[in-house]
């Protein structure tokens, strides 16, 4: 098993390594200079070349990309150009928004989509499996930030229940902070629930056909046994898959999410960042956002074989 | 074709997509109103007889708009599913039908564009061409690059063994003659499915970007600007964010539906996976 665990490690290292040369790419090459996208057309070539000077652009491409990447390894993504404050500070600030934001969703996403998913696939074609099927196909069509729009409708605007927008710190006051959390991470979690009451449903149906089912109720074991202690159990496998794929998509749908309920994560962030031509900012988000979807992929991974003792590793 | 509309699923995508692509025709030659004229004494209008959607912030008619936004998204949807399946192909078929080096080399550069998430990719590169609905096409159609390259190596991968084949090499074919004439018509189904799930994310994708204001720039229409722009005043008027979003989500699930149905169609085995 360790050989395997290093294998994928060591190819996963090398994904990270691809990335963040494309980042790099993407965001030194592609457009020409880029003091002249941070400044604009109007800067003069004194003022260019001192942010030239400072961005270290003066230095052959591969060595500019070494340091960049020597610094990213280490937490260190260089300094904002629009705050002058170190970009892992900035990070690890608005991580105190969008971790939580995450975590929220996919607690909504579990809570919600897995009893959803054994409801319908146990009472199989009946009327309410019907109706679970057609709402959850509605719900992967509803972009997150429609489903956001129409929850502050709701929630904030008619029956003004919570607020609708901005973040009270967890150190001012946590309740409220968790409050101001709820109603986006319900948006955030929208497509995710629906996606994963499909794939409960599905998997718990294909389970319940297997041999060692009809096994298990042969031996009399009672109806809530067979599903619970036996189906349900072996179908969750598909469903922790697809859970961790959904990390990444989770923190690219918290950019949107955050930007519709004003919220300062590191999505408003980034988005910002963009507007601003911040670009080393830019680099830094998109490094770090993409590391820790490459970080959950793997974990997922691994945990496969623990999960399933039938995978072998190879 | 009959058969076809025997699947629940692919009636209902049918009729949606028919009725998105049929608002899209229609709106080259007709709209109720000039969707960019501003009228600001009638702002903020009800839905009644002469707007049925009601009118926005700038008294602009809400139909006219979302009509002339069908164009937007379908265009976006057509181009970026272009791009992604045309290099997909590029990327995929020498990885699949060789394998080897070449498939080692464009498999782990494509996984690396794959470990990114579509949506991050394509404000990456947005961020960097610059916001504009030509660049938003562009990002979403290369984030889809990866999903079209898997699935065609995957598919030569396989039937690359074949008998079919070996009969083609036997005949003394050539290398492009079998990937092309042989090997491809037998992958379209697969590639078929999922060039429509794709158009419907598309639609989502590019909804998002014009939504953060890096997509379609005003004035011209766009379902995910228009909800943007009306959600500062929905305390005043609910209906410019209710139709733009009921837009997305019948032209999303249309293609969705549409996708599946094909795909319940084509290989009955596959049913409910996704």
Redesign the interface.
């Known amino acids: 098993m360790w050989a395997y665990v290093v294998r994928r490690a060591l190819m996963y290292i090398?994904?990270?390594f691809?990335?963040s040369?494309?980042?790099f790419v993407?965001?030194r090459v592609?457009?020409g200079d880029p003091a002249q996208i941070i400044l604009g057309t109007e800067a003069t070539p004194a003022v260019l070349e001192r942010l030239r000077d400072k961005l270290g652009l003066n230095e052959p491409m591969i060595v500019q990309y070494l340091d960049w990447l020597e610094g990213a390894l280490t937490g260190n993504f260089g300094v904002s150009i629009n705050y002058d404050v170190p970009i892992s500070d900035l990070i690890a600030s608005r991580l105190l928004v969008t971790g939580p934001l995450t975590a929220l969703a996919i607690f909504f996403t579990i809570i919600l989509g897995i009893p959803l998913g054994i409801y319908a696939g146990v009472h199989r074609n009946s009327i309410r499996d019907y109706g679970i099927i057609v709402i959850s196909?509605?719900g992967?069509?509803?972009?997150a930030?429609?489903t956001g729009?129409?929850l502050?409708?709701l929630f904030s605007?008619r029956l003004r229940w919570f607020p609708a927008g901005g973040f009270t710190t967890w150190s001012e006051d946590p309740l409220a902070a968790l409050e101001s959390l709820l109603l986006p991470a319900l948006a955030l979690s929208g497509i995710r629930i629906a996606?994963i009451t499909?794939?409960m449903?599905?998997s718990l149906?294909d389970v319940l056909g297997e041999d060692y089912v009809r096994m298990a109720r042969s031996k009399g074991l009672t109806e809530r046994i067979v599903i619970y202690k036996h189906a349900v159990r072996n179908s969750l496998i598909s469903v922790i898959t697809v859970l961790g794929l959904q990390v990444?998509?989770l923190?690219?749908?918290a950019?949107?999410i955050e930007?519709?309920f004003y919220l300062p994560g590191m999505g408003r962030l980034?988005?910002l960042a963009?507007?601003q031509r911040d670009l080393p900012v830019?680099q830094g988000i998109?490094f770090f956002?993409?590391s820790v979807?490459?970080l959950v992929?793997f974990v997922v991974d691994i945990s496969y074989g623990i999960l399933d003792p039938r995978i072998g590793y190879e | 074709m009959i058969r076809c509309f025997k699947s629940r699923n692919f009636s209902i995508g049918f009729l949606l997509t028919g009725i998105v692509i049929l608002t899209t025709f229609l709106s080259f030659f007709y709209t109720p109103y000039d969707p960019n004229k501003m009228e600001i004494p009638a702002r903020l209008q009800k839905p009644d007889n002469d707007h049925w959607f009601g009118t926005d912030h700038y008294g602009r008619d809400i139909l006219s708009r979302v009509m002339k936004g069908a164009v937007n998204s379908i265009t976006v949807g057509l181009i970026a599913v272009g791009i992604g399946l045309s290099f997909g192909l590029l990327l995929g078929i020498p990885a699949g039908y060789y394998g080897g080096w070449a498939d080692e080399i464009i498999m782990r550069l494509i996984d690396a564009i794959y470990g990114f998430p579509a949506v991050l990719l394509a404000i990456l590169i947005t961020s960097i061409l610059g916001p504009g609905i030509k660049n938003s096409m562009i990002a979403i159609g290369i984030s889809y690059i990866p999903i079209f390259a898997r699935l065609t190596r995957g598919n030569f991968l396989s039937l690359r063994e074949r008998e079919f084949v070996s009969a083609a090499r036997a005949m003394g074919r050539g290398n492009l003659s079998i990937a092309w004439r042989h090997i491809l018509p037998n992958t379209l189904s697969v590639l078929i499915v999922q060039a429509t799930i794709c158009f419907a994310l598309a639609i989502l994708a590019e909804a998002g970007l014009s939504y953060l204001g890096l997509g379609t720039q005003p004035p011209d229409p766009s379902w995910g600007r228009m909800l943007k722009e009306a959600q500062t005043f929905m305390r005043l008027s609910p209906w410019p964010v209710i139709f733009p979003g009921l837009a997305i989500v019948i032209a999303t699930l249309g293609f969705n539906l549409l996708g599946d149905g094909v795909r319940d169609i084509l290989d009955p085995r596959m049913k409910f996976l996704r």
């Open positions: 090398i994904t990270l691809l990335v040369l494309i980042i993407v965001i592609m457009p196909q509605l992967i069509a509803m972009p930030f429609w729009i129409l502050i409708l605007v996606l499909r794939i449903r599905s149906i990444g998509m923190l690219a749908g950019i949107i930007s519709v980034l988005v963009i507007q830019v998109v956002m993409a979807v490459i992929n």
